[in-house]
C-alpha cells in the first residue's frame, strides 16, 4: 500500500492507521471465507484488528457515524462476491472525503483506487 499517497491524500495520520486496517480486516476476512488454510498468527492479527485497533481508532471515533454505514454495506457486498480491492478502495476514497470534503476525494480518488488495484 502506497503510505505516501494517503499521507498526502487525507494528511491525517491517523486516517492512514484507519485504513491500514480496514485493508487488514477486509483481507484476512475474505481469507476466512475462503476457508484457506491460515497460521494461527494470521487470525490472531484478523481478530486483534477488529476487536481492538479499529474501535480504538481516534480517526474511527470521530468520523463512526459516517463510517459505518459505508463499511456495512461494503462488507455485505463482500459476502456476495465482491472484491476485496473493490471494497478497500470503496473505503479508502470515501476516508478521503471525510478528510478533505469533495474536491480532496475528487482529487485523490483515482490514485487511490489505481493503489488498491495494482497492490492489493
Known sequence: MDLALLQK???????????????EVVSIGADLRAKADLPETRIDAFIVNAMTALPANDFFIQFRAQ?????HQTF???ATGASVKQACSDIAEYTAY???GPERAKEFAPQIRAMFYEHA
Open 9 to 23: 491524500a487525507y494528511q491525517n495520520d491517523q486516517a492512514v492507521a484507519f485504513i491500514w486496517t480496514v485493508v
Open 67 to 71: 463510517l459505518l454505514p459505508v463499511m
Open 76 to 78: 455485505m457486498r463482500l
Open 98 to 100: 471525510l478528510c478533505g
